[in-house]
C-alpha cells in the first residue's frame, strides 16, 4: 500500500459537478493499493497515517484531531520506467482495491478521525491548498 500524505489548509474532490468531499486544515492522503495488499496492512497503513507527526509543531491527526481526504489513486502504481507509457500492473484491480480502501477509511474513523473520501471508480476534481508545502510518500 502507498499513500501520499500533503499537508492542507483545504482540499475537496468534485464529482459530477458536485463536492463529494471537503476538508480544511488537516491532511490530503492520496491512497494506492498494490496487488499483494492485505487487511493487516490496510489497518497499518491507517495507523501509521493517523499518528506520523507531519502537521504543524511535530503533531501529528491523533494529536490534533485535523481531518482527512482521503481519495483512492491507483496511479501510485504506475511504473514508467520503460518506454512512455506507464504499467498499471502492480495496482490492485478494483475488486480488491475498493474493499481495502474501504478498510483504511473505517480504520482511521474508528481512531475518532474525521475523514472525507473521493468516490471509487469516479473520475475526481481534486483541489488543494498545500500548506508547507509539506508532502510525503508512505510505502508499507
Known amino acids: 500500500m502507498r499513500a501520499l500524505l500533503q499537508t492542507v489548509s483545504r482540499a475537496s474532490v468534485t464529482v459530477d459537478g458536485q463536492v463529494v468531499g471537503e476538508i480544511a486544515d488537516g491532511l490530503l492522503v492520496l491512497l494506492g493499493v498494490a496487488r499483494s495488499d492485505t487487511p ?10 493517523h499518528e506520523l507527526r507531519i502537521l504543524d509543531d511535530e503533531r501529528s491527526v491523533a494529536d490534533t484531531g485535523a481531518p482527512i481526504l482521503l481519495v483512492s489513486q491507483f496511479t501510485l502504481y504506475g511504473d514508467a520506467r520503460r518506454g512512455r507509457r506507464p ?25 475518532g478521525t474525521r475523514v472525507e473520501t473521493g468516490r471509487f471508480r469516479a473520475h475526481m476534481l481534486v483541489e488543494s491548498v498545500n500548506v508547507g508545502p509539506r508532502t510525503l510518500l508512505l510505502d508499507l
Open 40 to 49: 493487516e496492512i490496510a489497518q497499518s497503513m491507517a495507523r501509521k497515517i
Open 87 to 111: 504499467s498499471w500492473t502492480a495496482a490492485a484491480p478494483a475488486e480488491l482495491a475498493e474493499p481495502l480502501v474501504t478498510a483504511v477509511v473505517d480504520a482511521l474513523r474508528a481512531r
